[in-house]
C-alpha cells in the first residue's frame, strides 16, 4: 500500500513521473485518471483497509469478491449495457460473480446474498474510481455482520 500511494502522489504531482509510470505501466491508466487517483490506487488502498478492519477470512473474501466481481461488471457491462455507465447488466454480472465467489468459499447464504447484493449496490458508486475502494469495503462489512 506504501508503494502504491507514494506512486500515486508522485505521479499526481509531477507530469514526468506521470509519463514514466504510464509507459511503465503500458496502458493501463485511463485518460480520465490524469488529474486524480488511479483506480490501481484506490483498489490497493480498499484492499488494505479491508485488511486491517476485518478477520482474515472475511478480508480474504471481500478482496476475492472486489478482484473479480467488479472486472466483471466492467466487462458484461461495457458489452451489454447499451452505453450507459453502472448498468443494470454490469450490476447483475458483479452480484453473481460475487454470489459465485462467496458459495465456493462456504460463507452461509444469508450472509453471500447480502454480500452480493452489496457488491453490486458499490459498484454503482457514481464517483469515478470510488468503487474500488468501495466494494471491497462493503463486502468485508456485510460479511462481518451477517456471518
Known amino acids: 500500500m ?32 490524469a488529474h486524480r487517483p488511479s483506480g490501481a490506487g484506490t483498489l490497493a488502498l480498499g484492499y488494505a483497509v479491508v485488511w486491517w478492519l476485518f478477520p482474515p477470512a472475511v478480508a480474504e473474501a471481500a478482496i476475492v469478491v472486489a478482484a473479480l466481481a467488479d472486472p466483471a461488471a466492467a466487462l458484461v457491462g461495457s458489452r451489454f449495457g447499451r452505453g450507459v455507465a453502472k448498468s443494470v447488466p454490469g450490476s447483475l454480472a458483479c452480484a453473481c460473480v460475487a454470489a459465485t465467489v462467496l458459495a465456493v468459499l462456504r460463507f452461509p447464504p444469508a450472509a453471500l446474498v447480502v454480500a452480493a447484493v452489496g457488491a453490486a449496490a458499490a459498484e454503482r458508486a457514481p464517483w469515478p474510481g470510488t468503487d474500488n475502494f468501495v466494494v471491497p469495503l462493503a463486502v468485508g462489512a456485510l460479511l462481518h455482520w451477517f456471518q
Open 2 to 33: 506504501a508503494t502504491a500511494a507514494v506512486a500515486e502522489t508522485a505521479r499526481l504531482a509531477s507530469p514526468r513521473v506521470a509519463a514514466a509510470l504510464a509507459r511503465l505501466a503500458g496502458g493501463a491508466f485511463r485518460p480520465s485518471e
